[in-house]
């Protein structure tokens, strides 16, 4: 999920990713060293978010059911100050494997 934020964030700060109003990714950082992170599901942003105002998500694994969810990125620092940054709405489409060929053997040839 895209987020590139034009705001330089520096100091004492955190951000969290929501799917709708429950927090799914958590981080933390004290003069852009990160200080941790928290998350529900594996899933990333870049290590060097804070430096380039990157907070992209990326999700290891989504579900069709997952089609038309709402996320959010939130900027919070001192006391119960948040911000919005950036919304996504989530789109999932089919999922794809890769197809298992088999070979047929006949009685006429050794295939």
């Known amino acids: 999920l895209p987020c590139v934020s034009s705001v330089l964030l520096t100091g004492n700060f955190s951000i969290e990713w929501r799917k709708d109003d429950k927090v799914v990714f958590k981080t933390a950082w004290e003069t852009n060293e990160n200080l941790g992170t928290w998350s529900i599901d594996p899933a990333t942003i870049p290590t060097n978010a804070a430096l380039t105002g990157d907070f992209s998500l990326e999700l290891s694994a989504v579900h069709p059911r997952d089609d038309r969810t709402h996320f959010s ?39």
Request: hydrophobic fraction near 40%.
């Open 73 to 111: 990125l939130w900027f919070l620092s001192g006391k119960n100050q948040s911000v919005q940054l950036c919304s996504a709405c989530l789109r999932v489409a089919a999922s794809f494997s890769d197809p298992l060929l088999m070979r047929k053997h006949t009685a006429d040839s050794d295939e």
